[in-house]
C-alpha cells in the first residue's frame, strides 16, 4: 500500500460537505440586507453553491484519494534476493509501503505426544518508506509465538546511488544461503526451515552494520561490515553442541561491539538458473577472558555455495556450508561445556531438494500450483571437536522432508509434510507437520 496525499487533496474532500451537496440547486442572486456591510456581502459571496466545474474537480480528487488509501494491486518481485513482499517498498511510487506475512504451523511428534506443538510462529509487519528515487528506509517487525517474542529484523536505510552501487546502513540480514533472506513462508518448501539454514548458518540472522550492494552483468554482490556474534552475551539461551553458534546472534539490540566481522555474497542469476556463494568471517569472543585472565580469540568462519532451478513446474535447489570456530576449548570452557557437549570447532552440512508442480500439466497457465517435494539433508554438529572434547555422534544426522506445497494464489500457501531424522548414534525421529502461510 502507498499513501501519498496532498494537502491539496484533503482540503477538496472536506469541502465536500456543504457546497457539493448543494451543487445542483440554481444560483440565486444575493440579496444584500438593509445596512450591510462589505464584510457581510464577503460572507455571502463564500456562501455561493459550488458550480458543476467544481464539483467535477471535487469528485476526481475524491475518487484519486479513495484510491491512494485503498491497497493497490503490486506485482510481487524480489529485490537484491529479498523476500517479494520485503521488497515492495523499491517499487512503490514515493511515500509509505507496507507488507508483511504470517505463519501457523502443527507438528505431531509419531513416537508420542511429547512435543506436539501448535504456534502462531510468526505474525511480521513491513514498513517501508521511499523518501525519493535514491533513499529508501525499510524495516522487517516481528512477532513471535504469537507476540511472546517482539524482534526487528531488518531496519535500514538504502542510499541508490546507481544500479551497480547501493550502500546500506542499519540492522541487515546477513546475505547467506537461500533462507536467511528470503524467508517468507510462501516461498519455500516445507512447513519449517531446512536444518541446515537454522542451525548452521543461523537463519534468521540479522546485525547492525554498513556496506556496499548492487548488480553488474548479473553478478549481484554485497559486502558489510558488522558487529560480531556474541557467545557470551546471556540471557536465557546460551549457545549448545546441538545449535552450534545460533545463541550468539546479536541481533542488533544493545550489542557489544568490540569484535566485528565481514561477509561478501555474490550471486549470478542466467536465465531459470542462479548459483551463489558466501564467506562469513569474524570474531564472536567480544574480547571475554577467562577466568584466570586468558585471552579468547573465538573466530568464526563460514562459507557456503548454492545452487538452483526451476523449469517447466520442475524446481532444484542444493547448499552445502562448512564453519570453523575457534578457540573452541576455551569458548566451551568459559560456557560451562565439557565431555561430548563442548562447541564444535567444526561443522558441515548440506542439503538437495527436488519439487514438482503438478498443476502445469493439469492446468497450465493457471495461478495456483501443486507441489510434492523431497529434501534430504545431511549434517555434522560435531565433525570436529576441540582438544579434551568428546565427540557426539548424536550430531551427526541424516534428515528426510517430503511433503506437499498447495498455493491456491501465489500469495497464499498450504502445506504438509512428513519428517525423518536419523543420527548416527541413538534413536530416529518421525514427525509430521503442518502449517499454513501468506504474504501481503
Given at each position: 500500500m502507498t499513501i501519498n496525499i496532498t494537502t491539496r487533496t484533503l482540503l477538496l474532500a472536506l469541502c465536500l460537505s456543504a457546497p457539493a451537496a448543494r451543487a445542483a440547486e440554481p444560483a440565486a442572486a444575493p440579496q444584500p440586507a438593509a445596512g450591510g456591510t462589505q464584510g457581510d456581502a464577503a460572507a455571502k459571496k463564500d456562501d455561493a453553491p459550488a458550480t458543476q466545474e467544481q464539483v467535477r474537480t471535487l469528485a476526481e480528487e475524491v475518487r484519486r484519494l479513495k484510491l491512494e488509501l485503498g491497497l493497490r494491486d503490486v506485482e510481487y518481485q524480489s529485490y537484491g534476493g529479498m523476500g517479494p513482499a520485503a521488497s515492495k517498498v523499491y517499487f512503490a511510487p514515493k511515500g509509505l509501503s507496507i507488507g508483511g506475512y504470517g505463519e501457523l504451523t502443527y507438528r505431531n511428534m509419531a513416537d508420542g505426544p511429547t512435543g506436539d506443538q501448535s504456534d502462531l510462529l510468526r505474525a511480521v509487519l513491513y514498513v517501508g518508506y521511499r523518501f525519493t528515487d535514491r533513499i529508501v528506509f525499510n524495516s522487517e517487525i516481528e512477532f513471535e509465538h504469537a507476540g511472546h517474542e517482539v524482534g526487528v529484523e531488518f531496519a535500514y536505510l538504502d542510499f541508490l546511488l546507481t544500479d551497480a552501487l547501493g550502500l546500506r546502513v542499519g540492522n541487515v540480514l546477513v546475505p547467506m544461503g537461500f533462507v536467511n533472506e528470503m524467508h517468507e513462508p510462501a516461498f519455500f518448501n516445507g512447513v519449517f526451515r531446512p536444518d541446515v539454514e537454522r542451525l548452521i548458518i543461523p537463519t534468521t540472522w540479522n546485525e547492525n552494520g554498513v556496506g556496499v550492494h548492487g548488480e553488474v552483468a548479473g553478478l549481484r554482490y554485497k559486502a558489510y561490515l558488522l558487529t560480531g556474534l556474541d557467545l557470551f552475551r546471556g540471557g536465557e539461551e546460551t549457545p549448545?553442541?546441538?545449535?552450534?553458534?545460533?545463541?550468539?546472534?546479536?541481533?542488533?539490540g544493545e550489542s557489544r561491539a568490540a569484535t566485528g566481522a565481514g561477509v561478501?555474497?555474490?550471486?549470478?542469476?542466467?536465465?531459470?538458473?542462479?548459483?551463489?556463494?558466501?564467506?562469513?568471517?569474524?570474531?564472536?569472543?567480544?574480547?571475554?577472558?577467562?577466568?584466570?585472565?586468558?585471552a579468547i580469540r573465538a573466530d568464526?568462519?563460514?562459507?557456503?555455495?548454492?545452487?538452483?532451478?526451476?523449469?517447466?513446474?520442475?524446481?532444484?535447489?542444493?547448499?552445502?556450508?562448512?564453519?570453523?570456530?575457534?578457540?573452541a576449548a576455551k569458548v566451551s570452557e568459559q560456557l560451562g561445556l565439557s565431555g561430548d557437549e563442548v562447541l564444535g570447532s567444526g561443522v558441515k552440512g548440506g542439503y538437495a531438494e527436488v519439487a514438482y508442480d503438478v498443476l502445469t500439466l493439469a492446468a497450465p497457465g493457471g495461478a495456483a500450483s501443486l507441489s510434492p517435494f523431497v529434501r534430504v539433508e545431511r549434517y555434522d554438529l560435531h565433525d570436529r571437536v576441540p582438544a579434551?572434547?568428546?565427540?557426539?555422534?548424536?550430531?551427526?544426522?541424516?534428515?528426510?522432508?517430503a511433503g506437499l506445497t498447495f498455493k491456491?494464489?501465489?500469495?497464499?500457501?498450504?502445506?504438509?509434510?512428513?519428517?525423518?531424522?536419523d543420527p548416527k548414534a541413538g534413536s530416529a525421529t518421525d514427525q509430521v507437520n503442518v502449517g499454513a502461510g501468506f504474504v501481503f
Open positions: 549448545e553442541a546441538d545449535s552450534w553458534v545460533r545463541q550468539a546472534r546479536s541481533g542488533g561478501l555474497s555474490l550471486e549470478y542469476a542466467a536465465g531459470p538458473a542462479t548459483v551463489g556463494g558466501s564467506v562469513y568471517r569474524g570474531r564472536a569472543d567480544q574480547r571475554e577472558r577467562t577466568a584466570a585472565g586468558e568464526v568462519t563460514l562459507a557456503e555455495l548454492h545452487a538452483q532451478a526451476a523449469w517447466r513446474g520442475a524446481s532444484a535447489r542444493v547448499l552445502g556450508v562448512v564453519g570453523r570456530l575457534g578457540d579434551g572434547g568428546v565427540r557426539n555422534a548424536g550430531l551427526d544426522r541424516t534428515a528426510v522432508t491456491p494464489i501465489p500469495t497464499v500457501v498450504l502445506k504438509a509434510d512428513w519428517q525423518r531424522r
